[in-house]
């Protein structure tokens, strides 16, 4: 899953730029509710969110390892 994601990362770049404002949008709108309201509630958007983050990371080191076109 992460090497697909990191192909599609590169083949539309555009997608993932706002696959991750989407996932960055949910995290500040967890974080202000949880601070504003006090109710834990809202750290449901923390668990939501950790799952992109990894696929985001996993993908990130796989694109820079096998994906570089830096060679």
């Known amino acids: ?3 697909a994601y990191a192909h599609f990362s590169v083949n539309h770049p555009v997608i993932h730029i706002v ?3 989407i996932v960055m949008t ?3 709108v ?12 809202f750290s449901a958007g923390f668990l ?3 799952l992109p983050i990894i696929l985001f990371a996993k993908s990130s080191d796989y694109k820079r390892k096998y994906l ?4």
């Open 19 to 21: 696959n991750l404002l």
């Open 1 to 3: 899953m992460f090497r």
């Open 30 to 41: 967890s974080c202000y509710q949880l601070l504003a309201n006090e109710n834990l509630l």
């Open 26 to 28: 949910i995290f500040a």
């Open 68 to 71: 570089s076109t830096n060679n």
């Open 48 to 50: 939501f969110v950790t």
